[in-house]
């Protein structure tokens, strides 16, 4: 089966500019999470979405992050302005809770987001 | 949520079993323990996963005490494409309880 698949796999924009990440999951997976990696930190917890409905989304760090998972598929991750500070690599990660204890999380490859 | 603890790194050679501890003092009753590997330049990916005793499956064993504060990752005769993070977190992922990482544990396997 397709993996997590995550587009695009590196951006560049400028400070003040609009990004919108997008996220595959994989079919049949009810579970959708955002993390992100900013340099030299940990990987952090973004949100949750469970179908279409956001489940946690306490990780959001403000109101420039938009998460949307309209229809239950795929997602997508707006930020709006870009600052520096939103720099990073951004995952992408689907399971399903049926088997999540065999087979955990699937994880996209990240988008890499640079704000100049 | 539980906060974990790992060594920040640790090195090993070709063949040889590595064995990376995580402590989890706070875990709470509903917790599960899972490991993921992280390559550079790719997402996390699952290894193991376990609440107690010991789980072993064709990549890993998951050793965990009676007491679950802490748990082992065991890996087999490593090579060198096993150099990488790896990370222990706890969490149930039932509830809303979703997966936090720490710092992870970087291993690098030397010829």
């Known amino acids: 089966e397709a993996g997590v698949t995550q587009f695009p796999s590196h951006s560049v924009i400028e400070k003040g500019q609009t990004v919108t990440l997008r996220c595959d999951p994989i079919?049949?997976?009810?579970?959708l999470y955002w993390y992100r990696r900013v340099m030299g930190k940990e990987i952090k917890f973004l949100l949750h979405?469970?179908?279409?409905?956001?489940?946690?989304e306490s990780g959001m760090p403000n109101n420039r992050f938009l998460a949307e998972r309209t229809g239950g598929t795929y997602s997508t991750l707006k930020v709006q302005p870009a600052e520096l500070e939103d720099s990073g690599v951004y995952f992408c990660?689907?399971?399903?809770?049926?088997?999540?204890?065999?087979?955990?999380?699937?994880f996209g490859s990240g988008t890499r987001l640079t704000v100049v | 949520l539980a906060k974990t603890t790992q060594p920040i790194s640790m090195d090993s050679y070709e063949g040889q079993e590595v064995n990376i501890t995580c402590s989890h003092n706070?875990?709470?009753?509903?917790?599960?323990i899972t490991w993921y590997q992280q390559f550079p330049s790719q997402g996390p990916r699952f290894i193991i996963q376990?609440?107690?005793t010991k789980v072993t499956n064709e990549v890993a064993s998951l050793f965990i005490p009676a007491d679950r504060k802490s748990s082992t990752l065991s890996l087999p005769r490593v090579s060198l494409s096993d150099t990488a993070v790896y990370y222990c977190l706890v969490g149930d992922y039932r509830g809303n309880n979703d997966m936090r990482f720490g710092a992870g544990t970087r291993l690098t396997v030397k010829p």
């Open positions: 979405f469970v179908k279409e409905s956001k489940q946690d």
């Open positions: 990660a689907s399971s399903q809770l049926r088997n999540q204890a065999l087979y955990g999380y699937t």
């Open positions: 079919s049949g997976h009810d579970n």
């Open positions: 376990g609440y107690k």
């Open positions: 706070n875990i709470a009753t509903n917790d599960y």
